[in-house]
């Protein structure tokens, strides 16, 4: 009753961040809804869990995440970004104008990374969670979440330099708006 | 681990006090370093501001779960989980069994029927295309007027395998449409036409040579839930809520959904 009671209360506390999570697993809206319902469904029927509220919210999403893997076996999150992300910035510093790394831009930039590279920064930056947490939560070592976070964001970086409107027209632009120090 | 991983690490506050102050004085020597790090923690700031994504749905499978009761209504739940915890308990774990198909005579043709037409698609030895998928609608017999849709379970990760011949439904007088999970269960759904002998708007189960069927009538289609092997508690989730979908038209809102998934949840591996 008290796994019970806790799992409701993360559900509702999170139900917004969950979505958001599913969402970002998912890539359209309503493959989500049923991918957090159904994770939900297996969160309140689960007979063990975690024994405090602070592990609670990672547990939940770490039970939307194998529902995920369990109900689409997809392979899109095993394709990582290793081969297509260098390990480090390379000729510009990365000193952006602070008007580039706009919500807008960087929401466009997120929509263009690859899943495992979005799913780290939907845990880590949008949800908070800690190295640790992200581990557990994708069942990683804290080095390969480590790793795939700082790639993610210079794919990210990337994206944003590469930021384009619907009509596909650069409105921001990369390397001539990077300065060099 | 990289300069720029440690950086980031740097940024998300994961370094321990050495390696936090290694960071901290090398970016006070390297104007690059702390572009970097002004790079980045904009980012992440950025990203953290982002709002939550708008149009989220309700979390309809709370208020399945846990349907709003009048203030009566709790009051006797809970004098009803006293007393059974004087004594009325096993009885009420057990789950009823199905009633046998002897003591549903007047509905035992058509339930035979339903029976018969599962035992011959499970007894295939290979899969048969379908040629319909969920949503279609299709004659429930050759020259019958009336197309019945065919109800789309996905909810509950059951997906169209089977829909029997034209020539079957002419002889057993329905069709049956074979839903098969990702592990192998396989659900039977029978519609026929009631003619005149409707099961009535109520689902009702009954057990045959140990499969079990849950049947009710929606206007005059007469429908049929059939498994062998499903954990009882599913199966008569799953009709009830197959059961709803047929009488809403078709129309999956989150609430009922969340019904069919829960009832996909419930119990332990099927084996039929």
């Known amino acids: ?181 | 681990v990289t300069d720029w991983t440690k950086l980031n690490a740097y940024v998300d506050g994961e370094l321990d006090a050495d390696g936090a102050a290694e960071v901290a004085s090398a970016i006070a020597r390297d104007p690059q370093l702390a572009a970097r790090v002004a790079t980045l923690s904009k980012l992440k700031a950025t990203t953290a501001a982002m709002p939550v994504q708008a149009g989220v749905p309700p979390p309809a499978v709370l208020n399945a779960m846990r349907p709003r009761r009048s203030l009566f209504v709790r009051r006797v739940a809970i004098a009803a989980s006293v007393l059974m915890m004087f004594g009325a308990a096993g009885t009420w774990l057990a789950w009823p069994r199905p009633t046998a198909l002897t003591q549903t005579a007047q509905y035992s043709d058509n339930l035979n029927r339903a029976f018969a037409a599962h035992r011959a698609w499970i007894g295939e030895t290979k899969a048969i295309a379908t040629g319909a998928v969920a949503g279609d609608r299709i004659q429930i017999a050759p020259g019958s007027r009336e197309l019945i849709r065919v109800p789309d379970l996905t909810a509950t990760q059951l997906s169209l395998a089977h829909v029997s011949p034209l020539s079957d439904r002419t002889t057993v007088g329905g069709v049956l449409l074979g839903y098969v999970g990702p592990n192998g269960c396989r659900l039977g759904l029978w519609i026929a036409d009631a003619g005149r002998s409707g099961f009535g708007p109520e689902v009702r189960d009954v057990s045959h040579d140990g499969t079990i069927a849950h049947f009710w009538q929606t206007g005059a289609t007469n429908y049929a839930v059939v498994a062998r092997g499903m954990d009882p508690a599913r199966l008569s989730m799953m009709a009830t809520a197959i059961a709803a979908l047929v009488a809403r038209d078709h129309q999956l809102d989150d609430g009922l959904r969340a019904k069919l998934q829960i009832a996909a949840s419930q119990g332990g591996a099927c084996v039929g």
Do not use: C
């Open chain 1, 1 to 181: 009753v008290v796994l019970r009671h806790r799992v409701e209360q993360a559900l509702l506390d999170n139900w917004r961040r969950l979505f958001g999570y599913a969402l970002s697993l998912t890539r359209n809206q309503d493959e989500a809804n049923d991918l957090l319902q159904q994770a939900a469904v297996a969160a309140l029927a689960a007979r063990t869990g975690p024994d405090h509220d602070g592990a609670t919210r990672a547990w939940m999403f770490r039970i939307v995440r194998n529902t995920w893997i369990d109900r689409f076996r997809s392979e899109r999150l095993r394709r990582t970004e290793e081969l297509t992300t260098a390990n480090e910035p390379t000729d510009a510093v990365w000193n952006f104008d602070d008007r580039l790394i706009a919500e807008m831009t960087v929401k466009a930039g997120l929509d263009r990374l690859e899943p495992a590279q979005r799913e780290i920064i939907e845990l880590v930056d949008i949800n908070g969670f800690r190295y640790a947490e992200a581990a557990e939560i994708l069942q990683l070592p804290v080095g390969t979440v480590m790793s795939r976070l700082s790639r993610a964001r210079l794919a990210l970086l990337e994206a944003i330099g590469e930021t384009k409107d619907t009509s596909g027209n650069v409105i921001v632009l990369d390397a001539a708006r990077r300065r060099k120090v």
